[in-house]
Nanobody, 122 residues
Framework: VQLQASGGGLVQPGGSLRLSCAAS????????MGWDRQAPGKQRELVAA???????NYADSVKGRFTISRDNAKNTVYLQMNSLKPEDTAVYYC?????????????????WGQGTLVTVSS
């Protein structure tokens, strides 16, 4: 199972970016998907998560600015980031709870993508 993240880059304060993360490989199903981030010199933190049913959870610092969504048919999770601030600068990692089999095993395992850098600066 591999998670491939894309969409990071340099953006000015107040701007927007959309991150994508596609899961591929031997996947029977995916439970929750989400995004973490790690800023320089800081601990990794949860940004947003979404269940297979579409329920979402956000860090307080991004509520009202970021929107997480997913396309279950494409095994892909998105993070729309609006009104970006310099403090949003970080490496963003996608994650997913995957059933990595060709049949229903009932066992899910966590996987992470390689990270994509988001820099918010003028």
């Amino acid at each position: 199972v591999q998670l491939q993240a894309s969409g990071g880059g340099l953006v000015q304060p107040g701007g927007s970016l959309r991150l994508s993360c596609a899961a591929s490989g031997s996947i029977f199903s995916i439970n929750a998907m989400g995004w973490d981030r790690q800023a320089p010199g800081k601990q990794r933190e949860l940004v947003a998560a979404i269940t297979s049913g579409g329920s979402t959870n956000y860090a307080d610092s991004v509520k009202g600015r970021f929107t997480i969504s997913r396309d279950n048919a494409k095994n892909t999770v998105y993070l729309q980031m609006n009104s970006l601030k310099p403090e949003d600068t970080a490496v963003y990692y996608c994650n997913a709870e995957v059933e990595p089999t060709t049949y229903s095993s009932g066992s899910y395992y966590p996987y992470w993508g390689q990270g994509t850098l988001v820099t918010v600066s003028s």
